[in-house]
Nanobody, 123 residues
Framework: QVQLVESGGGSVQSGGSLTLSCAASGYTFRTTSMGWFRQVPGKEREGVAS???????GYADSVKGRFTISRDNAKNMLYLQMNSLKPEDTAMYYCARAGVDWWTLRSADYTYWGQGTQVTVSS
């Protein structure tokens, strides 16, 4: 069965950096787009970054220039490098597998989700 397991979350001060990782298993990782989403209580899940099977990325305006999504198809791993973190980046971050092969920030395009990893940025 499809499994997505995130790691790398934690607490950091404003301006700091974190790298999130997602280990994928149970399917052919290299054939699907992947994404990172985040959610705070009481708000809708927000698409942060996505990457297609060929490595082409897409980003939400709120993180452009600060976050970098990447994938290692040989290791079935997805990453999110987060730099210049701000308190408003505080959220639960989720790794997700898309049902399409183009990058997309629409949660409706995603069919499998991980359990999430918490990121907290203090001012």
């Amino acid at each position: 069965q499809v499994q997505l397991v995130e790691s790398g979350g934690g607490s950091v001060q404003s301006g700091g950096s974190l790298t999130l990782s997602c280990a994928a298993s149970g399917y052919t990782f290299r054939t699907t787009s992947m994404g990172w989403f985040r959610q705070v209580p009481g708000k809708e899940r927000e698409g942060v970054a996505s990457i297609n099977p060929y490595g082409d990325p897409g980003y939400a305006d709120s993180v452009k220039g600060r976050f970098t999504i990447s994938r290692d198809n040989a290791k079935n791993m997805l990453y999110l490098q987060m730099n210049s973190l701000k308190p408003e980046d505080t959220a639960m971050y989720y790794c997700a597998r898309a049902g399409v092969d183009w990058w997309t920030l629409r949660s409706a395009d995603y069919t499998y989700w991980g359990q999430g990893t918490q990121v907290t940025v203090s001012s």
